[in-house]
Nanobody, 115 residues
C-alpha cells in the first residue's frame, strides 16, 4: 500500500528556514515525479515544486530562488528546503505523486511563518 508521510513543519519567523521531508513507502518511486503542494486557509491548493524521476525540477514563481526540492532515491525520500520564508508561505504542505496512474497525497504538515 502506497503511503506518503510528511514531517518537518512548524512555526518559524519571517526570514527563517525549514526543511520538509516526505517518506514514501509501499513501492519504488524512482521513475515517478514527486511534488510538493500547499494550501493556505481559504485558498486553493497550489503546486510549489516538482522533481521528475530523472531529476528535472520545476518551481512556482513565488518560491523560485528560495525553495529547493530534492530526492534521495535509495531511501524513497523527498525534501523541500525552504529559505527566506515569508508570512505568505504559511500553509499546510502536502507531498504528492502519481504512481501507476493513481494519485497519492500525504496527510500534510503545517508551516506557519510569523511576521
Amino acid at each position: 500500500q502506497v503511503q506518503l508521510v510528511e514531517s518537518g513543519g512548524g512555526l518559524v519567523q519571517a526570514g527563517g528556514a525549514l526543511r520538509l521531508s516526505c517518506a514514501a513507502s509501499g513501492s519504488s518511486f524512482r521513475s515517478d515525479a514527486m511534488a510538493w503542494y500547499r494550501q493556505a486557509p481559504g485558498k486553493q491548493r497550489e503546486l510549489v515544486a516538482t522533481m521528475t524521476g530523472g531529476g528535472r525540477t520545476n518551481y512556482a514563481e513565488n518560491v523560485k530562488g528560495r525553495f529547493t526540492i530534492s530526492r534521495d532515491y535509495a531511501k524513497n525520500m523527498v525534501y523541500l528546503q525552504m529559505n527566506s520564508l515569508k508570512p505568505d508561505d504559511t500553509a499546510v504542505y502536502y507531498c504528492n505523486t502519481v504512481h501507476v496512474w493513481q494519485e497519492y497525497w500525504g496527510q500534510g504538515t503545517q508551516v506557519t511563518v510569523s511576521s
